[in-house]
């Protein structure tokens, strides 16, 4: 995750002040969570893996 906020955020931002980076930074965090699809869980967000009640399938 931190390797996505560096090159997805922090990278392409100028920040001016410390408190706008922290917002900025917030606002990412609570976009990779409940809307940035990840690959790793199907392309679903953390949000959808972690509330969704349908067991996971083991891969053979």
């Known amino acids: 995750m931190w390797k ?3 090159y997805e955020e922090v990278y392409l931002r100028a920040y001016e002040r ?7 930074i917030a606002r990412y965090l609570n976009f990779y969570n409940s809307r ?6 199907d392309r679903r967000t ?15």
């Not at 410390?18 to 900025?24: H, I, L, P, Q, Y």
């Not at 940035?36 to 869980?41: G, Y």
């Not at 953390?46 to 053979?60: G, L, N, R, S």
């Open 18 to 24: 410390v408190g706008e980076a922290r917002a900025s």
């Open 4 to 6: 996505s906020m560096e």
């Open 36 to 41: 940035r699809p990840h690959s790793s869980l």
């Open 46 to 60: 953390p949000e959808e893996a972690d509330f969704d009640p349908t067991p996971p399938v083991a891969e053979a």
